[in-house]
């Protein structure tokens, strides 16, 4: 059947749009700066543990001069015997090739891999194709990190992601652009990323004005549910999530509550507390059935899923009771359990770029299988909300919402990057490192 697309110059070559989901503002008009999360270019720089990443810069830099450049896995973008300058400070940095165990290693720092996934990662600009600075220099306590598909189509699952750590590039589905939007413009919580008056017009129709993490919330609950593909999924077919946002008071701040929790959720309790939000993650359902060995020779090759027993196996080890719906839950094809097993498997799932990536955690930790307990804990409580989200939605959209000519427009200003960073970004060019320059959509590089 054929169908009509936009007819703009710069349109994509897709199915116009119709009714009122295109009048809503789209979710970059109300967050204006976007940008590319973190692309290292190399797998070796990004591990499950601290200690792994130690380990393989340590091999690294006693590896011989002539093997380092396949250790460290030369590219157009990163090579071991060039000089790069600090991503924040601009100072030059020492070539790596020439570095001597007595040099200090590389900051690590808690990195979102994949949508709930935590791994860890060298913050330096020598080993990361195109880093992403701003991204870690804007990492706080305030700070989280909201993760759509800008440019391309979302699939089932969750139309929003969220984090505390810099997020990878391909975060959110293991397919990613430039679909990073951080809440804050500082470290300090007092720049939010929201366009200049939009909380002014809210708080205009609402009777109280409402905070950037209001706004966010609100956000989070109808998007990072499930129903909202499920709802516009023939309209997401054209690129650029809309936002119905409603223009009663009432129903905004119902939805801004379970919001908020949703993201203390998907944040493993780092972000967003509050009134009977605390520090950890709630214990759900899901326990050790059987541990998985410590011992080396039996490190898990394998993982399976056990429908008869709604267990999971991970090697010699048990998780459960599982649900099929945790088991299977995903983000536009990812499939969040899997996945994270996948990259915690003696051969790690996804891409070999360097010998280093032969280093992996000798032995199953008891760290590991909590981690894996607080996995399956936070997908069972989001979908235990899963009623209260799509009842959220049921409401904003059968009342009235805001079209995005009643809104505030971003400025161009607005979509740039902070202006310290700006100045940055011309001293990089100095250095021929264009951060944002060709980020490509192949997915999983890493």
């Known amino acids: 059947m054929w169908r009509e697309c936009a007819d703009g110059w710069h349109a994509p070559f897709l199915p116009a749009g119709k009714g009122d989901y295109f009048a809503w503002p789209r979710l970059i008009d109300l967050f204006p700066f976007q940008r590319s999360g973190s692309m290292f270019g190399r797998a070796w720089p990004v591990a499950e543990n601290e200690t792994t990443l130690e380990k393989r810069w340590d091999r690294l830099i006693a590896t011989p001069a002539s093997e380092k450049p396949k250790a460290f896995h030369n590219n157009n973008y990163r090579k071991v015997e060039r000089a790069y ?13 020439g570095l001597t165990r007595k040099d200090p290693k590389p900051e690590i720092r808690q990195y979102m891999w994949r949508f709930l996934d935590r791994h860890f990662a060298f913050e330096d600009n020598r080993v990361n194709d195109r880093m992403g600075g701003l991204l870690w220099d804007l990492v706080s306590e305030h700070q989280v990190f909201l993760m759509t598909m800008s440019t391309k189509v979302i699939g089932f699952g969750a139309g929003l992601c969220v984090g505390a750590a810099v997020p990878d590039k391909d975060a959110f589905c293991g397919r990613g652009g430039k679909d990073v ?40 609950a109808l998007m990072g549910g499930q129903s909202y593909t499920r709802r516009f999924w023939n309209e997401l077919e054209t690129p650029g999530p809309r936002v119905p946002l409603t223009k009663d008071g009432k129903t905004f701040a119902e939805a801004a509550k379970l919001g908020r929790k949703l993201i203390w959720l998907h944040t493993y309790a780092e972000r967003f507390r509050g009134k009977d939000r605390g520090d950890e993650v709630p214990q759900g359902k899901a326990t050790t059935i059987k541990g998985v060995s410590a011992d080396p020779a039996h490190y898990p090759v394998e993982y399976a899923y056990d429908d008869a027993k ?63 307990l607080e996995l399956l804990w936070v997908l069972e409580a989001t979908l235990a909300m899963e009623p209260e989200l799509e009842a959220a939605i049921d409401k904003v959209v059968a009342g009235p919402c805001f079209a995005a000519a009643d809104l505030p427009t971003p400025t161009p200003e607005e979509r740039k990057a902070p202006s310290k960073v700006a100045v940055a970004g011309d001293q990089l060019d100095m250095f021929g490192d264009d951060d944002d320059a060709g980020d490509d959509d192949d997915g999983d590089d890493d």
């Open 181 to 220: 939007i951080p809440l804050y413009r500082d470290t300090a919580g007092t720049e939010p990323n929201v366009t200049a008056g939009l909380l002014d017009a809210l708080g205009a129709e609402y009777g109280t004005m409402p905070y950037a993490e209001d706004l966010a919330a609100y956000v989070y």
């Open 310 to 372: 709604c267990e999971i196996v991970v090697g010699d080890g048990r998780f459960g009771p599982v649900s099929p719906q945790v088991w299977e839950f995903e983000v536009s094809g990812l499939k969040v359990v899997q996945s994270w097993l996948g990259y915690r498997m003696k051969k790690r799932a996804g891409k070999k770029s360097s010998p280093l990536d032969e280093i992996r955690p000798e032995r199953w930790t008891a760290r590991m299988s909590d981690e894996l």
């Open 85 to 97: 300058p600090h991503h924040s400070s601009r100072l030059a940095l020492p070539a790596i090739s």
